[in-house]
């Protein structure tokens, strides 16, 4: 990923306007003039104000051929149209060939768009890339600068089928071919991709950026140990160092007048810190104001009105190593990408960076071929990401449909993903993240970042959320997976989980414990497991159909649980605190196994019953190995089980067990057809300290007891 900033770095130098990364040079764009024309050649729509591009006139060849005199008489062409005031260009049907760069055609490689202007492509209208060997291209380009401009209808397509992926264009690159750009936007603004097909690039079919004007390297021999208050003043700081060089933090360039910020990039490691704060002061060195806590890469520092420099703070615990660089970048605004047919590119259909972008009503597909493959990827190198939509889109057949990898703030809303791919939030992507109303149709998601999903649905998929800070509130599931990893307790709260099947479902919980309420699995083969600490709650769980035998530690309220034909009952054979109030657990055969020396089992309030007529088992409860069992106020109804030498509450110890510590049966009702054993404990340790029998109703049923337990004020007992 390292390898992919770096490149990305060098390619965005690369733009109409470039100044030096560490040496300030003030440059002027120069504009060359357009060429000349009588008014009466001009196709002039009155209507809608706009010129039709007069081919023979420009040069403009559409049948394929003369790339060169092509892609020059299409700039030459906007330049024209944007002089005479037009606000729409018209290409004409046929195929327009673009030229690739070469060392007699620097300036016409690819279709440089303008301001104020939209370019409108016929339905039968394709803009082609020259076949070629380079790993970097371009097809159209939005530069810095360009504002109110849009491309409408038509196709762009690339040179991926006839590419030669032979070459390794620079000593940095990897030979990777993967910069191959339909359409790139770096530092653009209000710019609209709409009902256009962009196809077979070697890259991406849409790259959104920013472009670089400036900026210091700050190394070690520019900072100082301490911090600064909040008066503006130096002050000393454990873990804290300030850039302490004015030479560097000085306002006196004059891109700092035309674009008003600056960011921080590529800090060593030796800074720890996600965050740092700026401080302003005007000239005579008095204090202004500070931002505190922004973030590198996305965290602009906004200079304000009479700053002539400024300090930074930042983490670290050392000056040795200590580096980064600040930029001052112009980035990509109010992007709108919408009714777009974006297929076969072989790294991304979009890449997409800058601040406040909308990705609507697309249909992407077939993404693949290089890393990472996927139809929407947010990772836009060291320019800032921030406030991604991508909302009404289609997904098929991409290695992967989606990837926030870093930014801020995004919504995904109402896309179908298909078959085969993922979704992928990693844990660097902060802000507000809304996932919400989509459809995964043999579709994963895999999310980390602190997050809402809303009202998903999902088939024949797996929903997995691992991290911190992350509602879940309703998921529709159909032959699918939910899976919860907090990194901390109670990192997830999630509710209104409905996951069902003919065959079959399930939950599965880890690490730290959570919340889940309203949740219900409904298939022949439900499971619900994890291995998670002690703690979790889980209030209204449904389980129908429920086949794995081990279940998490939790406290469970209100719950259902029924078993599939296939069940052996719940056990508890792993250490944790388990407690199941005002819950109804129906199984087939066996109801309890307790095998685990710190097992703290606690039911209380609820129905436990053999559902079904059967002939087997040892005991409904069966007790081995705990530290504590509390059973109060149940109802524990075995009448299903037709088996005479049957327990209801079985005390058994082998011989490498520790038995149960400590028992309790208070105000249960125990029913059973036979005259069998209500709860038994003969056959328990008998060093272990008597356990409490009180108040419960026996029917048709008997106790068989140690000498040494406790029983009282019980009812009903059969002799």
């Not at 930029?327 to 990408?337: D, F, G, T």
Request: glycine content about 8%; proline content about 2%; overall charge negative.
């Amino acid at each position: 990923m390292k390898i992919f900033f770096y490149i990305l770095l060098l390619t965005s130098i690369v733009t109409i306007v470039w100044f030096s990364i560490f040496n300030w040079n003030d440059s002027k764009i120069i504009k060359t003039d357009s060429p000349l024309s009588n008014s009466n050649t001009e196709q002039l729509d009155i209507q809608d104000n706009t010129y039709i591009i007069e081919l023979e006139r420009w040069g403009i060849h559409n049948d394929g051929t003369h790339p060169y005199e092509t892609t020059k008489g299409i700039n030459d062409s906007l330049k024209f149209a944007s002089e005479k005031g037009y606000s729409n260009v018209r290409v004409p049907g046929g195929t327009y060939l673009i030229a690739k760069y070469s060392d007699n055609n620097k300036e016409h490689d690819r279709i440089k768009m303008v301001s104020d202007m939209t370019l409108i492509l016929s339905e039968d209208t394709i803009i082609e890339k020259e076949t070629n060997d380079f790993e970097e291209y371009k097809t159209i380009e939005f530069g810095p600068n360009v504002k109110n401009s849009k491309i409408m209808g038509g196709t762009i397509r690339g040179d991926k089928d006839t590419h030669d992926y032979s070459q390794v264009q620079h000593k940095w690159t990897s030979g990777s071919h993967e910069w191959g750009m339909g359409i790139n936007i770096i530092g653009a603004d209000n710019i609209v991709i709409d009902g256009v097909k962009i196809e077979k690039f070697t890259g991406d079919g849409i790259f959104i950026g920013g472009s670089t004007f400036g900026g210091s390297e700050i190394g070690e021999e520019s900072f100082e140990h301490g911090g600064i208050n909040d008066a503006g003043e130096l002050v000393s700081e454990e873990g804290k160092i300030r850039i302490n060089n004015r030479s560097l933090t000085n306002f006196g360039n004059s891109i700092y007048k035309e674009y008003k910020s600056f960011y921080f990039w590529v800090p060593s490691e030796v800074i720890t810190g996600p965050t740092f704060d700026v401080y302003y002061y005007r000239k005579d060195d008095s204090f202004i104001s500070a931002q505190k806590g922004l973030n590198f890469y996305y965290g602009k520092a906004q200079i304000p009105e009479g700053a002539e420099y400024y300090r930074a703070v930042f983490t670290a615990e050392s000056l040795e190593g200590a580096y980064l660089q600040s930029m001052v970048i112009k980035n990509s605004k109010n992007i709108s990408i919408r009714n777009n047919e974006i297929s076969f590119n072989r790294r991304q259909g979009i890449t997409a960076g800058g601040e406040d972008v909308l990705i609507e009503n697309n249909y992407i597909h077939d993404i693949g071929g290089t890393g990472p493959g996927a139809g929407i990827d947010v990772e836009p190198g060291y320019f800032p990401a921030i406030n991604i939509n991508i909302i009404n889109n289609k997904f098929m057949n991409n290695t992967i449909h989606v990837v926030l990898a870093y930014g801020k703030d995004s919504v995904i809303e109402n896309n179908y993903f298909g078959p085969g791919a993922s979704v992928e939030i990693w844990r660097d992507y902060i802000g507000k993240v809304d996932v919400k109303h989509n459809t995964f149709d043999g579709a994963d998601m895999w999310n980390e970042a602190a997050s809402n999903t809303i009202n998903n649905k999902v088939k024949k998929g797996t929903l997995k959320f691992e991290g911190n800070d992350m509602i879940v509130k309703g998921i529709s599931g159909e032959d699918s997976a939910v899976v919860f990893n907090a990194q901390k307790p109670f990192g997830i709260t999630a509710e209104n989980i409905k996951l069902r099947s003919k065959n079959e479902v399930g939950i599965s919980i880890w690490n730290n414990p959570i919340h889940l309420k309203e949740v219900e699995l409904n298939s022949p083969r439900s499971k619900f497991v994890g291995n998670v600490k002690d703690g979790s709650i889980f209030d209204k769980l449904r389980i129908i159909g429920y086949t794995s035998t081990t279940i998490p530690n939790g406290l469970y309220t209100n719950c259902l649980i029924d078993e599939s034909s296939e069940g052996w009952g719940l056990e508890f054979i792993k250490e944790g605190t388990f407690e199941f109030n005002n819950c109804t657990i129906k199984t087939n055969k066996e109801g309890f196994k307790i095998n685990h020396s710190d097992v703290d089992l606690k039911v209380s309030n609820s129905v436990l019953s053999v559902k079904q007529k059967n002939r087997y088992g040892i005991a409904y409860i069966y007790a081995q190995d705990a530290n504590n069992i509390e059973f109060k106020n149940n109802i524990i109804d075995t009448r299903n089980n037709y088996d005479s030498d049957f327990s209801i509450v079985r005390f058994y110890v082998e011989e490498d067990s520790t038995g149960i510590s400590r028992a309790q049966f208070i105000a249960n009702e125990f029913y059973s057809n036979f005259s069998v054993d209500g709860i038994n404990t003969v056959n328990s340790r008998a060093s272990a300290q008597p356990y409490l029998i009180k108040d419960n109703v026996f029917n048709n049923t008997r106790l068989t007891l140690r000498s040494k337990d406790i029983q009282i004020e019980n009812r009903g007992m059969k002799d």
